[in-house]
């Protein structure tokens, strides 16, 4: 088994755990691989190891991928979608984890989650809490929503805005839940995540 591989099992089986502690089925949490900095070869190494979810983060590297790789899995978008990207997103993604924008919602054609801006951070990409009801209302389709914390050595300090999160979609009535990455994923698990982005911890 090569290091992707092992690696790739190493975190399947620690979400299983996490779950599993937090009274949910292992099989409700799905991992995308952020393959945004790993090389063509490594994504193949977690392809043959089963991985089917992929998550990148710019247009231009996911077509680039695609081409390399094809479609024999799902790729995911991760990052600031400009409404100029759009078209390269419809026609390979399976879903946008970063909708923030008008421009790009009245273009997308694929399933989006919304990213929500928790924090008020001004650096930070996402919309206002309060301005989910006006979204749902123009976009029905969007399925979830998705957050980033503040960065923190401690992963604990992300639990508050994980729940924040998870409270906010079964408001709303939404299923999917996008948060936690390589540092506080387990977290995320804990707290309701129902796909967690992990790159680093996958990809080194």
């Known amino acids: 088994m090569n290091e992707v591989a092992n690696r790739l099992a190493e975190v399947r089986d620690r979400i299983g755990q996490a779950a599993r502690a937090s ?43 695609h081409a390399a790789l094809g479609d024999a899995f799902r790729w995911h978008f991760i990052g ?7 078209k390269v997103v419809n026609g390979l993604c399976e879903l946008v984890h970063s909708l923030d924008s008008d421009s790009s919602a009245r273009r997308l054609t694929v399933p989006a989650l919304l990213e929500v ?35 923190a050595d401690d992963p604990e300090a992300s639990r508050p805005w994980f729940r924040r999160l998870r409270t906010l979609a ?23 995540a129902t796909q967690i982005r992990v790159g680093s911890s996958l990809f080194r």
């Open 23 to 65: 009274g949910r089925d292992p099989g409700d949490v799905q991992l995308v691989a952020v393959s945004k900095e790993a090389s063509v070869a490594a994504v193949r190494d977690a392809i043959a190891a089963g991985q089917r979810d992929f998550g990148e983060n710019r247009a231009q590297d996911l077509a680039a991928k």
């Open 117 to 151: 801006n928790l924090t008020g951070e001004p650096s930070k990409s996402g919309i206002a809490p309060d301005a989910l009801p006006g979204w749902l209302e123009r976009y029905p389709s969007i399925r979830g929503l998705m957050t980033m914390p503040p960065l």
């Open 170 to 192: 079964e408001e709303h009535g939404l299923g999917e839940v996008s948060m936690g990455t390589s540092q506080d994923w387990r977290v995320a698990v804990e707290e309701g």
């Open 80 to 86: 600031r979608l400009q409404s100029n990207k759009v």
